[in-house]
């Protein structure tokens, strides 16, 4: 991450703070052509800490704005830093690495959140929450504020889903307005650099165990007079995008495990013979597409272990107990035993198949009996083999790594 502080470093304004004072809190704002709006939070700021004697600074993170904007947030008090690399979530994560407080209030600066009313944020972090959101919803939402396709169905859906895929406490995933532990974040090693990041700083903060709060907060419409640089669908599926792939449960493994069940079930109840439901007969047709859900749901099982086995050994999730536990009891050999066996029934029900060819001196077949013997073996064949692979992959991703020192 560049952040450029040269001769940027100190606000041409007045600070709440003199300098070598120490800073409790940074209030943050990421900024890219805000001219109309940016001195008028900065001021608005200010004017918090000055009220609530609070050891202070404001801070605006300009992410390349050709407007005014840098100037007028300089004359409005703020110290202001330039970071190059574009995106939302750059701009956060150089002011983070940049502000000089214990605690950090980010807030964007198009004048839609109350810089004025920033006690709540104050108080929980002081009380020892590591990360507080703000919630528009429980807050206040000003006509016009919000679209209504993000207020009825973007963010409920979105936010939704955060909480049934990380049991998190938070209603309003993207609420721009929230406060931080400088320490406590900047441990979670945030990475992305789009919108996104608003979801990355909760779900990494929920799964490293930090402690989240929610506090009311308003939204009012911004003062801008273009349009703003959230984009709906592309940036929805950023969102969902992030969460998914930080859930490899809710991605691989509860559907995984679905298509599996739901195959072996249709499979047994097509095995000994067709099923006709009304005028509809099911035959092995339908029994050779349940042998593809088991063979699929088993694939996505696999993914979801591969994936949270690499995303812990690569620091990007936290080890996980159970999966632990697990690996405690089944080893590489327990795989390669269930492998075999798996393949032994497919290669007996194939052997069996070929001797009943066989009594018809290798002629034509009934493929109403036949097949019911064939798919099978070729599920269990097809099964035991990627149990015996995947068993070897996975003891190689679970080997310890050693760590060498850079040169």
């Known amino acids: 991450m560049k952040t450029d502080l040269h001769d940027r470093d100190q606000a041409d304004g007045p600070s709440p703070c003199e300098a070598g004072e120490q800073v409790e809190f940074t209030i943050l704002m990421p900024c890219l052509n805000e001219e109309e709006t940016v001195a008028n939070c900065v001021r608005e700021?200010?004017?918090?800490?000055?009220?609530?004697?609070?050891?202070g600074e404001v801070v605006v993170a300009d992410n390349g704005s050709h407007d005014d904007s840098q100037r007028r947030a300089?004359?409005?008090?703020?110290?202001?830093?330039?970071?190059?690399?574009?995106?939302y979530g750059s701009a956060l994560m150089g002011g983070i690495a940049a502000a000089?407080?214990?605690?950090?209030?980010?807030?964007?600066?198009?004048?839609?959140?109350?810089?004025?009313?920033?006690?709540?944020?104050v108080d929980r972090l002081r009380a020892g929450c590591d990360l507080v959101v703000g919630n528009r919803f429980?807050?206040?939402?000003?006509?016009?504020?919000?679209?209504?396709?993000?207020?009825?169905?973007?963010?409920?859906?979105?936010?939704?889903?955060g909480r049934l895929f990380f049991q998190i406490p938070v209603h309003d995933f993207h609420c721009g307005l929230r406060g931080l532990r400088k320490a406590a974040v900047e441990r979670l090693d945030l990475r992305t650099t789009g919108m996104e990041f608003a979801s990355e700083m909760i779900v990494k903060a929920s799964l490293a165990g930090l402690r989240i709060e929610e506090v009311p907060t308003t939204l009012s419409p911004d003062g801008?007079?273009?349009?703003?640089?959230?984009?709906?669908?592309?940036?929805?599926?950023?969102?969902?995008?992030?969460?998914l792939l930080y859930s490899p449960r809710w991605l691989f493994l509860i559907p995984g495990l679905a298509l599996m069940f739901v195959g072996l079930g249709l499979g047994a109840w097509l095995l000994p013979g067709p099923r006709k439901i009304g005028d509809v007969t099911f035959d092995i047709h339908t029994l050779l597409y349940a042998a593809l859900a088991v063979l699929i749901g088993f694939q996505a099982v696999l993914f979801a272990v591969f994936t949270r086995i690499f995303a812990v050994t690569e620091g990007l999730m936290p080890a996980n107990a159970a999966l632990e536990r697990l690996f405690r009891i089944v080893r590489l050999e327990t795989g390669l035993i269930v492998g075999v066996v798996l393949v032994v029934v497919g290669l007996a029900g194939s052997i069996h198949a070929v001797v009943t060819w066989e009594g018809t001196s290798f002629g034509p077949l009934d493929p109403g009996r036949t097949f019911r013997t064939i798919i099978p073996s070729f599920l269990s064949l097809a099964l035991g083999c990627q149990t015996i692979l995947s068993s070897f992959f996975l003891s190689v991703l679970g080997l310890g790594r050693r760590r060498f020192p850079s040169p």
């Open 100 to 121: 000089r407080g214990t605690f950090v209030i980010l807030g964007d600066a198009d004048r839609s959140y109350d810089f004025s009313n920033l006690g709540p944020f």
């Open 45 to 55: 700021a200010m004017a918090f800490l000055e009220r609530e004697e609070v050891r």
């Open 224 to 243: 801008r007079d273009r349009p703003p640089h959230l984009r709906t669908w592309r940036d929805g599926w950023r969102h969902l995008r992030f969460m």
């Open 138 to 161: 429980r807050g206040g939402i000003a006509p016009g504020a919000m679209p209504w396709l993000h207020r009825y169905v973007g963010n409920p859906i979105l936010s939704g889903l």
């Open 74 to 87: 300089r004359e409005a008090g703020a110290r202001v830093i330039v970071v190059p690399d574009r995106g």
